[in-house]
C-alpha cells in the first residue's frame, strides 16, 4: 500500500531545515592548515606591528634635520641590509644606505629613495631632491598591540594567514566542519571499474556527492554504496548517524518497494519532510534521527544535484557560521521553455550578466536521470508551475551556483 505524503514548497523546506540546531564545535589548529577555515574566535595583536620602523624603498637614510638646500651632500657611514640594525649615531650630513623593509635608525628621520641620488668619490653621495614623503612605516603603524587582527566569524584566506604569520600567530581556533558520511542505495548500482551489465549503472552519484560536500566545506568521513536491503540500511544508518554531524542519503527514498529509506524517514524521532512542490527532485526527504539530520536525495543525478545545492549546501555552510556561496537573484529567461507543470520546475541552466541584469538559459535535458549538463550547469532557474508556458524573457528566480 502506497504511504501518503504531503508536498511543501521549496521555501518551506528550506525553512525547516533552517530550523535544525546545528552543535558548535571549535578545534585549535595550525594556521598553516587554515586557509578557507572560519574563525570561532576572533583573533588580536600579539604585538605593535611594524615592531621597528621600517624603510619603505631602498635608498639612503639621513636626519630630519639635514633634509633641506638641495642639491645635499652627504657621506655615507654605514649600510643596513633587510634583517640589519645600525645603532650609530647619525652626524650632520651623515646618510646611511638601506634596502626596502630594513630597520630604520632611530634618528632617521626620511629615507631618500635611489633614484634620486647621485654617487660621488670617498663614500658620498648627492642628494638631488628632496623626498615629498618620509617613506618610513612608524611602529604600530599597521597595528597597536591588542588590535583585532582579524573578526570572529571570518572565513580565512591566503592573505590573511599572511597577516596571521606576519604577527606571530601560530594556531587559530575554527569551527569544525560538518563530518558528513554518504549512503548510495541500489541494486541496480556498480561500482566505478566494474563490468558494465545489462540492467545497471555505474554509482555517478556515489563520485558526485562527496565531491559536492568536500567542495562546500563539509568532511566526508565514509562513502558507501549499498544494495536494496533493510538490515544492511538500518545498520549503516545507525553507525553513520553515531558518528556524523549529517548522513546524506541516496536513492531509496520514494514510496517504492524497495524505497527502505523512505519508511525509515516516516518512523524517525522528527520527519521534517518527504516531498516538495519541485521537479526534479520532489522525493527529496529530510529527518532527524538521535539529533542528526539525514538529507535523503533522489538517485537521480540531475535531482541529486539540483536538490544538493537548494538544500545541503546552505546547510554545510551554516554549521561553520557562514552564509551560503550560493548568489539568490532574479534574471531574464532568454531562451524559450514550453513545458507547463503542476509543481515548480527547477532548470539547470547557463547565465550571463550585463551592469548587473542576469539573463540564463536553460541548459540541455531537464529531466531527474540527465546528467549531460552537470558539468556546464551555472545556476537554477525556477519555473513556477502553471497550466501556460512561462513567456521569453519573463522574471524568474535564480541560483548563480557557487565554484561554476
Known sequence: MLTRRYPISITEAQAKINQVALPTKTETIPVTEANHRVLAETVTAPFAYPLFRRSGVDGFA????????????????????????????LGKDEAVRIMTGADVPSDAGVVV??????????????????????????IGEEYQTADVLIEKD????????????????????????????????????????????EGKIYNSNGVQIPYLVRENGGVVTNVEQLVDDNALLQASLTKAIAENDIVIT??????????????????????????????????????VQDNTLIMALSGNPGACFTAFYLYVEPLLRRFVHQPSRI????????????????????LRATFTEDHGQYATYPNGPDRSGALSNLQTTTCLIKIPH???????NAEVETWLLPFK
Open 62 to 89: 639621513i636626519r630630519h634635520e639635514d633634509d633641506h638646500d638641495y642639491p645635499h651632500e652627504f657621506k655615507v657611514v654605514g649600510n643596513i641590509p633587510a634583517g640589519s640594525t645600525f645603532h650609530q649615531p
Open 113 to 138: 629613495m635611489l633614484e634620486k641620488t647621485r654617487e660621488l668619490a670617498d663614500n658620498r653621495i648627492n642628494i638631488v631632491v628632496p623626498e615629498k614623503h618620509s617613506n618610513i612605516t612608524e
Open 154 to 197: 571570518t572565513e580565512l584566506n591566503p592573505g590573511g594567514l599572511a597577516g596571521l604569520t606576519a604577527l606571530g600567530v601560530q594556531t587559530v581556533t575554527v569551527y569544525r566542519q560538518p563530518r558528513v558520511a554518504v549512503i548510495t542505495t541500489g541494486s541496480e548500482l556498480m561500482a566505478p571499474g566494474e563490468p558494465v551489465q
Open 250 to 287: 541516496d536513492g531509496g527514498v520514494s514510496v517504492g518497494d524497495y524505497d527502505f529509506i523512505g519508511d525509515t524517514a516516516r518512523q524517525a524521532d522528527e520527519l521534517l519532510f518527504n516531498k516538495i512542490k519541485q521537479r526534479p527532485g520532489s522525493v527529496t526527504t529530510a529527518f
Open 327 to 346: 548568489k539568490k537573484v532574479q534574471s531574464h529567461l532568454a531562451a524559450p521553455y514550453h513545458k507547463t507543470n503542476g509543481f515548480d520546475r527547477i
Open 386 to 392: 502553471s497550466n501556460r508556458p512561462i513567456e521569453l
